[in-house]
């Protein structure tokens, strides 16, 4: 099966999203470390885009930087990615700064995503939460994902979720 390669540009009403650029290392830098997994450099945040390029160009899904249309600031990404799931049906993601959790932006560019993933020509998208992520399995709710089954790792319980394209 072939795809159309992903968009490289969505409009929603409070956003563009746009892939990212160098230019986007030090705020993806200040978000990975968010994560309160260890410090992550400007320079290594250089190195992932890199690589988030790399893997556009060849793989025709990726993250898109979520840009609020008054300032250009940049509040996150959202992403198509293989992830636990397969390039056919890949999975949707998503991570905010968190100064810009709580005003339905995620919501927003995921929904924009989402649309687009379809455009490509997919028929099925999933989403794997963490029990504990209330905030991302609202979001996926909100989209009309539906609770797929629940499966283990070394971490926890991981909730798979599912969505069809509509008929
Ligand atoms: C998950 C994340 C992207 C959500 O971004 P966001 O822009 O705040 O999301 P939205 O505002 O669109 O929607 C969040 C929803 O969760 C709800 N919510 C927030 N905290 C909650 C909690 N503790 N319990 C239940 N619901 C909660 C909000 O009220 C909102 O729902 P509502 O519109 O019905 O009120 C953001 O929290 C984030 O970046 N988290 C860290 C990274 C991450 O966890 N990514 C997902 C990995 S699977």
Redesign the pocket.
């Known amino acids: 099966m072939t795809f159309s390669p992903l968009t490289e540009h969505l409009d929603t009403p409070r956003l563009v999203l746009t892939p990212q650029v160098p230019d986007d290392a030090p705020w993806l830098a200040e978000l990975f470390t968010a994560r309160g997994t260890g410090t992550v450099t400007v320079e290594a945040a250089v190195e992932r885009i890199a690589t988030m390029t790399r893997t556009r160009r060849d793989m025709g899904i990726g993250a898109l930087v979520l840009r609020d249309r008054s300032t250009g600031d940049a509040l996150?990404y959202c992403a198509l990615v293989v992830g636990r799931a397969t390039l056919d049906e890949p999975e949707l993601?998503?991570?905010?700064l968190p100064h810009?959790?709580?005003?339905?932006?995620?919501?927003?560019a995921a929904a924009a995503l989402v649309d687009a993933a379809f455009a490509t020509g997919r028929t099925r998208l999933w989403?794997?939460?963490?029990t504990w992520?209330?905030?991302?399995l609202?979001?996926l709710e909100?989209l009309g994902f539906r609770r797929e089954r629940v499966t283990t790792d070394g971490a926890g319980e991981i909730v798979w979720h599912v969505l069809d394209a509509p008929s």
């Open positions: 996150g993601a998503y991570e905010l810009a959790h709580g005003h339905g932006y995620a919501t927003e989403s794997t939460v963490r992520n209330r905030p991302s609202r979001v909100k």
